[in-house]
Nanobody, 127 residues
Framework: QVQLVESGGGLVQAGGSLRLSCAAS????????MGWFRQAPGKEREFVAA????????RYTNSVKGRFTISRDNAKNTVYLQMNSLKPEDTAVYYC????????????????????WGQGTQVTVSS
């Protein structure tokens, strides 16, 4: 069992930045692909970004490309999401998730393929 704990959310003005962190328990973190998802009020949860177990491959949803950067530190069992140039439409609860059986290609975008989830952290971007 892996426990994931997100932190770093908060209230920021449009154009500002935040860095989310997701700390994982357990010794197998470095074997998992990791993803960030978000859920805005009244909307379904959606994929934001993902990173392979080695950190060598990343994927982003189109709306955050060039603004968000996912990274990981396997020595610290932590994955990060650096969010720059934030927009009001980025307002959501952000969740990190772990994929126990990552593919050999790029990390997955489907939330159903992720096995462990954090409790979420709120990001609010004011206009």
């Amino acid at each position: 069992q892996v426990q994931l704990v997100e932190s770093g959310g908060g209230l920021v003005q449009a154009g500002g930045s935040l860095r989310l962190s997701c700390a994982a328990s357990g010794r197998t973190f470095s074997n998992y692909d990791m993803g960030w998802f978000r859920q805005a009020p009244g909307k379904e949860r959606e994929f934001v970004a993902a990173i392979s177990w080695s950190g060598g491959r990343t994927r982003y949803t189109n709306s955050v490309k060039g603004r968000f950067t996912i990274s990981r530190d396997n020595a610290k069992n932590t994955v990060y999401l650096q969010m720059n140039s934030l927009k009001p439409e980025d307002t959501a609860v952000y969740y990190c998730a772990a994929d126990r059986f990552p593919p050999s290609s790029y990390p997955r975008t489907e939330e159903g393929m992720y096995d462990y989830w954090g409790q979420g952290t709120q990001v609010t971007v004011s206009s």
